[in-house]
Each structure stands twice: as structure tokens, then as C-alpha cells.
């Protein structure tokens, strides 16, 4: 029951994270393809990322809604989340004055809160593939009742 209810607070919480920010980032795009623009890794992919970027969480989203796909969804959470954890690093070590592309109130956190912001949800994301693919409580072994 608490490895569900878990998975559930991760699942709802990485959906809620990805559509509010990549609603906020449609909603806000010129700018939001402006910010990717100024960046120094990123200024030749600008118009692309800013299609790409919020699609993917759009789908990565879905992915979590529909049971079928919820467990690939967790991976490609993880996976995304650890690529914008990347790039903050290299960001942070790179330059000091380079705007946030993110969406909504995510864009006023500092680099170095938004980083932990991000290391946070890597690791929920890292909990949430560990308990999918953990068998349940009630599987365990030592759990089964032996008929004799």
C-alpha cells in the first residue's frame, strides 16, 4: 500500500511538474526561444529545443498518465530530468549571467536552487524505477503462505 501510494506521489507529482512547465513555456514561447538563444550551448538548436523541449515533457507526461507506459515514462523522466541537471552544471561552471528558459515560477529560482530543485526530482525519479521494478510487498517469499 505505501510502495503504491509512493509511486503515485511521484507519478502525479513529475506530471504536474512537466505540463505546468512546458504549458508555461508555450504560453510564453518568444520568450522562452529568446532565453535558449542567449545561451552559449544552445544558441544553434534555439528553434528546435523550443518545439522539442516542451513537447517532450508533454509526452513524458502522457506516458505517465497511461498505465501501459507509465514505466518507461519514469525512466525518460529520469532521463530528462538528469539532462537538465547536466546542463545546469555546466551552466554554473561555464557562466554566472545566463537566463533560465524555464517555465513559471521555476525561472526565478537561482541556478544553484534550481539545481537542487533538479537533484531532487532526479532522485524521485531514481525511487520511483526502484519501487516499479521491486516486486510488491505481497510477493515477497517470505510473505506467500505455503498450502500444505
Known amino acids: ?16 511538474l512537466f505540463v505546468y512547465t512546458a504549458v508555461s513555456k508555450f504560453l510564453d514561447y518568444e520568450n522562452f526561444r529568446a532565453v535558449i538563444g542567449q545561451s552559449p550551448l544552445l544558441t544553434r538548436f534555439a528553434p528546435v529545443l523550443a518545439i ?9 507526461a502522457l506516458m505517465l498518465v497511461l498505465p501501459k507506459y ?4 519514469l525512466y525518460a523522466s529520469f ?15 561555464l557562466a554566472e549571467k545566463i537566463p ?3 517555465g513559471g515560477v521555476i525561472s526565478r529560482m537561482t541556478w544553484t536552487q534550481h539545481l537542487y530543485f533538479n537533484i531532487f526530482f532526479v532522485l524521485l525519479a531514481l525511487l520511483g524505477m526502484w519501487l516499479y521494478t521491486r516486486p510488491a510487498d505481497n510477493d515477497h517469499p517470505s510473505r506467500r503462505l505455503v498450502h500444505a
Open 52 to 60: 522539442v523541449v516542451p513537447v517532450a515533457e508533454i509526452v513524458i
Open 70 to 73: 507509465r514505466r518507461a515514462g
Open 100 to 102: 533560465c528558459s524555464c
Open 79 to 93: 532521463a530528462i530530468m538528469m539532462l537538465f541537471t547536466t546542463y545546469i552544471i555546466v551552466l554554473m561552471t
Open 1 to 16: 500500500m505505501l510502495r503504491r501510494t509512493v509511486l503515485e506521489t511521484i507519478r502525479l507529482l513529475f506530471i504536474l
